[in-house]
């Protein structure tokens, strides 16, 4: 069964960390990489996609890929009280287009 | 990025009801549109993949006759929960996919009494 992991958290970080949330997966087939952030209470809403190895940078996140490694990451630079969500690892599953979500990190920003 | 309205944002209903949930891509035509549900503090489940056109394809322990899809436009999903029961209170969300990435709608809070 094709499965994506993530650490529960929650992960804790001072405002203006870097907060870095990592993810692996187990389909080597897998081209296309996901990260939604979720507020308790309200839908997924997509921050980054990535879908070649190395690092994809917009804003305050970078997304990093390492598909030998099988292993996504996301980082939040100058992390702000408001990042503290929930975010939700997902990778495209290669056969069926479906995505395959992890149990998702949450994460505290503290002031 | 791509938007994805759902109505009702939240319904409450008694047992033995149906209730039926919209989904609409706002800006974009979405031949496959899919819905999930979440429990507290849990990570989405898949529950259905839905095409436009063509009956929806279900996720394996999902009752397709509990949960009726209808697909009936490229901007318009709806998921019928019939004859609700409490265990089916859930939050209900429904996304479409525009291009490579999957967009979803701000979700449907359904509680059955």
């Known amino acids: 069964q094709k499965e994506v992991e993530q650490n529960s958290g929650p992960l804790s970080v001072p405002e203006g960390a870097i907060a870095s949330l990592n993810c692996t997966y187990s389909d080597r087939g897998s081209q296309s990489f996901f990260w939604y952030r979720q507020y308790s209470g309200k839908s997924p809403e997509l921050i980054m996609f990535i879908y070649s190895n190395g690092d994809k940078e917009d804003g305050r996140f970078t997304a990093q890929l390492n598909k030998a490694s099988q292993y996504v990451s996301l980082l939040i630079r100058d992390s702000q009280p408001s990042d503290s969500a929930t975010y939700l690892c997902?990778?495209?599953?290669?056969?069926?287009?479906?995505?395959?979500f992890g149990q998702g990190t949450t994460l505290q920003v503290k002031p | 990025g791509a938007v994805v309205s759902q109505h009702p944002s939240w319904v409450i209903c008694k047992s033995g009801t149906s209730v039926k949930i919209e989904c609409r891509s706002l800006?974009?035509?979405?031949?496959?549109m899919f819905w999930y549900r979440q429990f507290p503090k849990k990570s989405l489940m898949l529950m259905a993949t839905?095409?436009?056109?063509?009956?929806?394809?279900?996720e394996q322990g999902v009752e397709k006759d509990k949960f009726l899809i209808n697909h009936a436009s490229l901007t318009l999903s709806t998921l019928t929960v019939t004859s609700a029961h409490p265990e089916d209170s859930s939050f209900y969300i429904c996304?479409?996919?525009?291009?490579?990435?999957?967009?979803f709608g701000p979700g449907t809070r359904l509680t059955v009494l």
């Open positions: 997902a990778v495209k599953d290669g056969n069926t287009g479906k995505l395959i």
């Open positions: 800006d974009f035509q979405a031949t496959t």
């Open positions: 996304s479409a996919r525009d291009w490579g990435e999957q967009f």
């Open positions: 839905s095409n436009e056109g063509s009956k929806a394809t279900y």
